[in-house]
């Protein structure tokens, strides 16, 4: 079985092996329950297949002499083979399973298991987009009752399903406004997004033809309200505010820019991945926002990352309802339900923007974050946001005699804490801390982010964790802060025990060496 290619690293050059216990070496070069696993295609083989099946009857080929020639040189393995591999790889990874996430703006928060059990339902799960729309009624009424909650928590008219992901959410929220713009004959340039923005908000309105400018932050870390009143005129579309920012503080003044905005013909949206923060204490409809996605991968613990896909419906005022998104689920008089595909007069006031994708979006969250409405019900909800803000402010006050808060003077925080690595000694910065922080069991926090922060660190426990969960980490978080002040050399080559030791970041990413060749027989295959 040994097709291991030559340009392969030993163990010892990948450092899995660390160093200083090298005086121990065992037989396979794997360390106990640490394996290091090769690449599919190096451990199958094209001769091998998982499965028996007869011998192909010869029938004549159809495919007017297009059959292939070769073997397909993909690997084969056995059933059992396929997964040890994949759960060794798993097994080198983190998760939200084994332990806390703090990593800041993305809510990495515990995904209940009764979500599970229900995504998993026939009706939900074994569904095609393209059966008849009467076989599908069960799943239709879910995506209704879903836009349903999601319009009631943000105060807001109108919302579309399908887009898949936050940032594609960003997108369809600023073409409806386009749109809006564009129908009054009012085609502007320019959409302002404050310092503190995540990066999607600039990304997207670049990407949708606008031109993107720059509100500065105050030294609260909040949008400066008197710059961004100075900058508004007939240019400016709209603007993209993230809130509760990026900062992990409220903005307070929201509905005064809005005001403002409108009053000089822009529109508002607001990027709202943070909305864990405020569900079932702010309708962000109530601030006079126009359009904001929700991430129900954050705020209503559908998986994400290695998890899953995500899923990013967005919600829109009156202003913005007309030009939302095909398809819609609607809800007829007789009880059912039915998927409007196509814009009439009488359907869809005629002026929806398009589609942002082929079908209507992504049916196993949706099931999972209804089920974690549900069993939570609006006070659960309204609990959910308040834990997530005093897990965060717990976080905030048990770590500011260690570490630099810019913030922190201001007042609480909402659902992350703000860190930087101000007064660190030796060279040492917030990287060197993240790297500690694997060494002591943890995914490292969210770093360099936001950018309004030197070296910031954003910590963001959200409500799922226990007391006792926090205060472990409290305690290794402190811990390396403590080594970060004094200079400790050590945390410049962190991590020490993880699978791999510190990777040259700039070298990976700009020369990155792919250690994969093909074995020969696969390269024969494809001659
Ligand atoms: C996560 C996040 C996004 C992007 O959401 P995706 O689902 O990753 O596309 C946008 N803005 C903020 C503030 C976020 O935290």
């Known amino acids: 079985m040994n097709m291991l290619a030559e340009g392969r690293p030993t163990k010892q050059e990948a450092n899995l092996i660390m160093p200083e216990?090298?005086?121990?070496?065992?037989h396979t070069g794997n360390r106990a329950l640490m394996v290091d696993e090769p690449l599919i295609f190096e451990i199958g083989s094209s001769a091998r297949s998982g499965v028996d099946l007869p011998e192909a009857p010869q029938v004549e080929s159809r495919l007017g002499g297009l059959d292939r020639k070769a073997p397909i040189a993909i690997p084969g393995l056995s059933e059992g083979e396929t997964v040890r591999h994949y759960t060794r790889l798993s097994r080198q990874n983190y998760a939200i399973d084994v332990g806390l996430f703090p990593l800041g703006s993305c809510?990495?928060?515990?995904?209940?298991?009764?979500?599970e059990k229900m995504a998993r339902l026939e009706g939900f799960a074994d569904i095609h987009p393209l059966q008849p729309v009467e076989t599908v009624q069960g799943a239709l009424e879910l995506i209704h009752e879903l836009a349903e909650w999601l319009k009631l928590?943000?105060?807001?008219?109108?919302?579309?399903?399908?887009?898949k992901a936050g940032a594609h959410g960003e997108l369809c929220g600023i073409l409806a406004i386009r749109s809006a713009l564009e129908a009054r004959g009012d085609a502007r340039e320019v959409i302002l997004v404050p310092e503190s923005a995540h990066g999607t908000n600039p990304a997207t309105a670049a990407f949708a033809g606008y031109k993107v400018e720059d509100i500065p932050a105050n030294s609260d870390g909040r949008v400066?309200?008197?710059?961004?009143?100075?900058?508004?005129?007939?240019?400016?579309?709209?603007?993209?505010?993230?809130?509760?920012?990026?900062?992990?503080?409220?903005?307070p003044d929201m509905k005064a820019i809005?005001?403002?905005?409108?009053?000089?013909?822009?529109?508002?949206?607001?990027?709202?991945?943070?909305?864990?923060?405020?569900?079932?204490?702010?309708?962000?409809?109530?601030?006079g926002v126009d359009a904001m996605h929700i991430n129900l991968h954050k705020t209503f613990s559908t998986p994400h990352g290695g998890g899953g896909p995500g899923s990013g419906p967005v919600v829109f005022s009156e202003a913005l309802a007309p030009f939302a998104p095909l398809p819609i689920v609607e809800?007829?008089?007789?009880?059912?339900?039915?998927?409007?595909?196509?814009?009439?007069?009488?359907?869809?006031?005629?002026?929806?923007?398009?589609?942002?994708?082929?079908?209507?979006?992504?049916?196993?969250?949706?099931?999972?974050?209804?089920?974690?409405?549900?069993?939570?019900?609006?006070?659960?909800?309204?609990?959910?946001?308040?834990?997530?803000?005093?897990?965060?402010?717990?976080?905030?006050?048990?770590?500011?005699?260690?570490?630099?808060?810019?913030?922190?003077?201001?007042?609480?925080?909402?659902?992350?804490?703000?860190f930087s690595d101000k007064g660190f000694s030796n060279g040492l910065s917030t990287l060197d801390l993240a790297k500690g922080m694997i060494d002591e069991g943890y995914h490292p926090m969210t770093m360099y982010f936001p950018l309004v922060v030197h070296g910031a660190m954003l910590v963001e426990p959200t409500e799922t964790e226990s007391k006792a969960a926090i205060d472990q980490f409290i305690g290794a978080f402190r811990s390396v802060a403590q080594r970060a002040k004094a200079g400790d050399e050590l945390l410049k080559t962190a991590p020490h025990f993880g699978p791999r030791r510190r990777l040259d970041e700039t070298q990976a990413a700009r020369k990155p060496i792919l250690v994969w060749t093909e074995p020969e027989e696969f390269a024969q295959a494809a001659e």
Do not use: W
């Open 153 to 163: 928590l943000t105060g807001m008219p109108a919302v579309a399903m399908s887009p």
């Open 258 to 287: 809005s005001d403002a905005v409108h009053a000089a013909g822009g529109l508002v949206y607001c990027d709202g991945a943070n909305f864990n923060a405020i569900v079932g204490r702010v309708r962000p409809g109530d601030l």
């Open 331 to 418: 809800k007829m008089d007789d009880g059912h339900f039915r998927l409007v595909e196509e814009e009439t007069a009488e359907n869809h006031h005629g002026s929806s923007f398009g589609r942002m994708v082929a079908f209507h979006g992504q049916m196993g969250m949706f099931s999972r974050a209804l089920t974690y409405m549900l069993s939570h019900g609006s006070d659960g909800l309204k609990q959910v946001s308040e834990d997530a803000v005093l897990n965060a402010n717990y976080i905030l006050r048990s770590l500011e005699d260690i570490l630099d808060a810019p913030f922190a003077k201001s007042g609480p925080c909402m659902h992350e804490a703000l």
């Open 107 to 115: 809510t990495m928060k515990h995904n209940p298991r009764l979500n």
């Open 21 to 26: 216990q090298n005086a121990i070496t065992t």
């Open 224 to 251: 400066d309200l008197k710059s961004l009143k100075a900058r508004l005129g007939p240019d400016v579309a709209g603007v993209m505010i993230t809130n509760p920012n990026t900062c992990g503080l409220f903005e």
